[in-house]
């Protein structure tokens, strides 16, 4: 038996298998494509979309407008409070009744004063700034805890009865585990899964669901402060499990909300779920103001261990595990003081308009009608598509001038001048002091990492979270901050890029900075 993966065994490297692949056809051999090559992304510097650096530039120049309005009246101001105090206004004034021309002068005060109103009016309805207040990640049940030996017995208990159940646990345990980058120590699976009393059924599925929900609201209502009946936005997002009531309505019940609280249950949008739920409380917050969102990022994994043959849908019974995250957001002014971050940008990109990016994560039955989700072996190269897509409109937003000249002078010698060269690839390093990367398994982050240019220790959140709690989907990158909360590595002043994937297929990014140096312990780390 091959020894599982074991902490060294989640540093950057090759994900190629050991053994050489067998000749046969047999099942092992077959699964080649998926874990027997290295991972990797498309190379970025092929090519960059220039449609959507406009884009990014379109964010930029938004409020360019407002802006210049803005510093020319400060302008104004600052003068004309430089003639009062030297007099001069008032012997403009004199020299207005001497000459009688009072009247342009009266206009004159009066544009002035509508220009001031015009600067308070724009100053109280520009958007309202958001604020992460705090957030936290779950550590689950210790019972829950699964190791690589009970994780055997799992497969085989729940394979039992199928003709290559020796193949299936040999491609589980020794192939896909040894290279997942988590660890054989054990990571959470929930009692619907390790309990061979029990069955994935609803009533278990919702047993989870209860445990990881109201365990993450209590402990950030603690953290907070806050009651109940101060939440006025409430967002639940869990791909794979949308029982009724939702899960956003069992919250409500469960802690006695408001009967005018607003809710919303996503559904079904895969890991970078997280991100997109951030993006809806942003919207919400700008039009309620003065206002608490609570949001909750999880998936359900009872109802979604897959129990059948097909290579490319077993894979996710290696990596996914129980997790989840609560965020508190809120608008109020008075928050920025006691917040640790303050939301900048969010980026969403969609490829779902792509067929082969639309399929390429997809739930299904298999050819012997039990459900799974399947990954197709083009899933990175789709995911590096996106990644581009996403980081070439995020780019203007963030990067300092120094790169974004030196990238708009290579873009004008590649379009206007023809010269062959490569597409420079801006250093995000310069742009963000850490690294939320999903931890959708190692050969992501070894692809990302590769491709952004990444340090060890810049990528090492990624990596922590991946052996430590699997892939725990929309919620992981929570787990990565946390993690560098944890060690005292966040400073004031720093910004922080969360980069998620999701079936669709969607790459979103959050840009965050740091409102004060965070040292916050956190009981999962």
Known sequence: MASPAGQNDYSSGSDSEQSSPGSDGSFGSRILPLVSRRLSLPDFRADVGVKYVKVGYRIVCRNTLAFGILVGLMAIGAQLLS?????????????????????????????????AFGLAAYIFARKSPVYLVDFSVLRPPEDWRVNINKLEDIANFRFRGHKRTEELIDFMIRRIH??????????YLPPGITDFTQEATMENARKESEVVMFTLVEDLLKKTGLGPKDIDILIVNCSLFNPTPSMTAM???????????????????GCSAGVISVNLAKDLLQYHKNCNALVVSFENITQNFYLGTQKSMIIPNMLFR?????????????????????????????????????NCVFQQEDPDGVVGVKLDKSLMAIAGEALKVNITTLGPLVLPISEQLKFFYNLVMRKTF???????????????????????GRGVIDALQDNLKLTDELARPSRKALFHYGNTSSASI???????????????????????????FKCNSAVW?????????????
């Open 83 to 115: 003639m009062a105090e030297s007099g001069e206004i008032s012997n403009l004034w004199k020299t207005a009744v001497q000459t009688q021309v009072q009247s342009s002068m009266v206009q004159t005060i009066g544009c002035s004063v509508a220009l």
């Open 178 to 187: 040894k290279n997942a980058g988590v660890t054989s120590e054990g990571t």
């Open 251 to 269: 919250i409500v019940n469960k802690f006695k909300m408001r009967s005018n609280i607003q809710t919303y249950n996503l559904s079904g949008m």
């Open 322 to 358: 129980v997790g989840g995250a609560a965020s508190l957001l809120s608008n109020k002014r008075k928050d920025f003081w006691r917040a640790k971050y303050q939301l900048l940008h969010v980026v969403r990109t969609h490829k779902g308009a792509d067929d082969a990016a639309y």
């Open 418 to 440: 023809k010269v062959k060269m490569k597409a420079y690839i801006p250093d995000f390093k310069k742009a963000f002091d850490h690294f939320c990367i999903h931890a959708g």
């Open 478 to 504: 929570w787990y990565e901050l946390a993690w560098s909360e944890n060690e005292g590595q966040v400073h004031y002043g720093d910004r922080v890029w969360q980069i998620a994937f999701g079936s669709g």
């Open 513 to 525: 900075q740091a409102l004060r140096t965070v040292d916050t312990p956190h009981e999962a780390w």
